[in-house]
């Protein structure tokens, strides 16, 4: 197996960019179709374990759109062959001083382009 083909990575990190656009910008259509629209996609957050692509709409239609700006660190993007890769980084908010974001996303490539498949969000104390 392949890791880390550069235009692979590429493809993906730009996805990603994309994510993160939309969720600091409440850009909520654009952040269902970066998630596999599929019963077994799934999303554990901060308070919330998402079960199935309806649970992550509901969510994400219900949620604030204030206070989602946030700086990015650290970021990691690693690609298995040609068609699944992992995102990881960390992240900080003004409005959560003392504490760190970590965020995990599994994409994989299907016949609509790369999809979030698994998220995971979780934050802890700083430790800086």
Known sequence: MDIDLPE???EVRAAFERYERALVGNDVAELDALFWDDTRTLRYGGAEN?????????????????????TLDGTV???YGR????ASTL??????PGRVGRQMQTWMRTPEGWKVVAAHVSVIDDPL
């Open 83 to 86: 068609d699944m890769a992992v």
């Open 77 to 79: 993007i690693t690609t």
């Open 8 to 10: 692979i990575v590429a």
């Open 91 to 96: 992240f900080r908010r003004a409005t959560a």
């Open 50 to 70: 998402l079960y199935g692509i309806a649970a992550i709409r509901a969510f994400r239609a219900a949620r604030s759109p204030a206070g989602l700006e946030r």
